[in-house]
């Protein structure tokens, strides 16, 4: 970031002269924006932060960005995903545009409220990272580019990204939704371009057994036992699934526990919710190796009268690569996922964001103002390279 010297001389009064102490260099950040648009992306970011939109419960603040949208002159069309959660689909003079700018306006649960310390400028709440801070950023970006390049850009803001995506599924599947040739997705990325993100897929293990007096253990099965010993062969299977030099190791993640009804009765079921962050290979053949690690497990617990199945969420997806090919930005790899599997098409696919993914989730969840200014900046260097890029691209091809 620049940063401009002033040379301040300070002189010393007293005595029996007028010596001036050693010039001091004190440094003042510039602006990053000016006023009237920090204060008007200070005002967006702060209102749908104070909108609670945890997962399922998006209708408010997808309803005041609307009207917030059209007031700015773009036509807003929604799409219901289910009842009273609609995805937001904004452009200018054109729905078919060449380059579509997204996020998502849910969050994790708990909500905590908006905040901004102006001494600090650090201003936090849910969602003011993840991912409200992108969403207000690149409205502001789009906002201030010339009426050209604003006329081929749409601005898409789905619903359901923090719980598996059923947003952007629904949007991808839209009958009638542009072919885009390039997708710029926010989320906190510490203000860097991001070259891909692993893969996931996410299953339930259900252990059924039965029921019985504790007093008398060998008159049931105990659900506990069997799901605790697959989590044991889990917990070894972990250490070996796959690793790749771009994304490193292969993560399974104990995510949720829970079995029985009273600790004097042999539990009748138990279950464990489990998710598996994939660096390489694909869910498939992660799937595989779990079955395989469970398969003496599952077969115990039949011959003792219980059983053991594993319920997949979805099919998953493998690790994302990104394109990152702009110049002037630093560039990392994440651990977590996003909308950009969910959204088919042979487009060019950005991921940038404001904030960082370790406050995200969290009761501490905030960020500088600085670095939501900085995004608007950054967005719109984004958008423009892009464009000309296609722009070149196209003109090859004649």
């Given at each position: 970031m620049l940063r401009s010297l002033i040379l301040i001389p300070v002189a010393l009064i007293g005595f029996a002269s007028a010596a001036q102490i050693p010039v001091h260099e004190v440094s003042i950040e510039p602006p990053l924006l000016p006023e009237s648009t920090s204060n008007e992306l200070l005002y967006l970011h702060r209102k749908l932060v104070e909108i609670e939109s945890i997962t399922q419960n998006e209708e408010k603040v997808g309803k005041w960005l609307k009207a917030y949208l059209e007031d700015q002159g773009f036509t807003v069309e929604l799409q219901e995903v289910s009842e009273k959660r609609y995805n937001l689909l904004a452009y200018g003079s054109k729905r078919d545009t060449s380059i579509l700018v997204s996020s998502h306006i849910d969050t994790v649960p708990p909500y905590w409220p908006y905040y901004h310390n102006k001494t600090t400028d650090i201003i936090g709440g849910?969602?003011?990272?993840?991912?409200?801070?992108?969403?207000?950023?690149?409205?502001?970006?789009?906002?201030?580019?010339?009426?050209?390049?604003?006329?081929?850009?749409?601005?898409?803001?789905?619903?359901?990204?923090?719980?598996?995506?059923?947003?952007m599924r629904a949007f991808s599947d839209l009958e009638n939704r542009p072919d885009y040739d390039v997708v710029i997705f926010g989320e906190p990325t510490e203000a860097k371009l991001v070259c891909g993100h692993k893969g996931i897929i996410g299953f339930t293990l259900k252990a059924q057994g039965k029921a019985a007096h504790s007093g008398y253990p060998?008159?049931?099965?105990?659900?506990?036992?069997?799901?605790?010993?697959?989590?044991?062969?889990?917990?070894?299977?972990?250490?070996?699934?796959?690793?790749?030099?771009?994304?490193?190791?292969?993560?399974?993640?104990?995510?949720?526990?829970?079995?029985?009804?009273?600790?004097?009765?042999?539990?009748?079921?138990?279950?464990?919710?489990?998710?598996?962050?994939?660096?390489?290979?694909?869910?498939?053949?992660?799937?595989?190796?779990?079955?395989?690690?469970?398969?003496?497990?599952?077969?115990?617990?039949?011959?003792?009268?219980?059983?053991?199945?594993?319920?997949?969420?979805?099919?998953?997806?493998?690790?994302?690569?990104?394109?990152?090919?702009?110049?002037?930005?630093?560039?990392?790899?994440?651990?977590?996922?996003t909308d950009i599997p969910n959204l088919k098409g042979d487009h060019k696919r950005y991921l940038y964001g404001p904030g960082n993914i370790?406050?995200?989730?969290?009761?501490?969840?905030?960020?500088?103002?600085?670095?939501?200014?900085?995004?608007?900046?950054?967005?719109r260097r984004l958008i423009i390279a892009t464009s000309l890029s296609h722009t070149e691209e196209e003109q090859n091809d004649m």
């Open positions: 849910r969602g003011s990272v993840d991912a409200k801070g992108s969403v207000a950023a690149q409205i502001i970006a789009v906002l201030g580019l010339k009426d050209k390049l604003l006329d081929d850009i749409s601005l898409l803001f789905v619903v359901g990204e923090e719980t598996g995506g059923d947003g060998w008159l049931g099965v105990s659900a506990n036992d069997v799901i605790i010993e697959a989590l044991g062969k889990l917990l070894i299977l972990r250490d070996h699934l796959p690793w790749s030099k771009k994304y490193g190791n292969t993560t399974m993640n104990f995510g949720y526990i829970s079995g029985g009804v009273a600790m004097n009765v042999v539990a009748e079921t138990a279950e464990a919710k489990i998710a598996v962050r994939i660096a390489a290979g694909t869910p498939k053949i992660v799937q595989g190796l779990i079955i395989n690690a469970l398969k003496d497990v599952k077969t115990k617990a039949q011959e003792l009268g219980g059983d053991l199945d594993a319920v997949w969420v979805s099919e998953g997806y493998p690790p994302v690569d990104i394109d990152c090919d702009v110049e002037g930005f630093k560039t990392m790899t994440v651990n977590y996922g370790f406050v995200a989730h969290s009761d501490h969840e905030a960020l500088k103002k600085k670095e939501l200014e900085q995004a608007v900046l950054d967005y």
